[in-house]
């Protein structure tokens, strides 16, 4: 089985960007297979920045295999990933409730 990582960050959305009218910030996880040696947090910051927003904080990166997932939407996400390589999700949060919590 390939290789599976989580990172989560908060971002705002880029000045101009169609985020930017509606949403204050999200907290985004980023599924991925990374080939050997490859950095989960800059290959993440890297496809959030290209989706229209910047990055404010790596908060953590993780490893996770299908037998630690108990959760149907989550399995999901993880069986997209090892097809697709890298699935994104995102959590926002509206204009008037600012940046997301941590």
């Known amino acids: 089985m390939r290789e599976v990582k989580i990172v989560r960050l908060e971002a705002i959305p880029q000045p101009g960007s169609d985020a930017a009218s509606e949403y204050g910030g999200a907290m ?19 496809e959030v920045d290209s989706s229209g927003w910047r990055v404010v904080e790596v908060e953590a990166v993780t490893h996770v295999e299908r037998h630690q997932i108990d959760d ?13 390589e890298i699935v994104m999700v995102f959590h926002v949060c509206s204009l008037s409730h600012g940046r997301p919590p941590h």
């Open 28 to 46: 985004i996880n980023v599924w991925m297979v990374l080939p050997p040696g490859g950095d989960p947090a800059l290959r993440a910051s890297q």
């Open 72 to 84: 149907e939407p989550d399995l999901a996400i993880f069986d997209q990933c090892v097809v697709d």
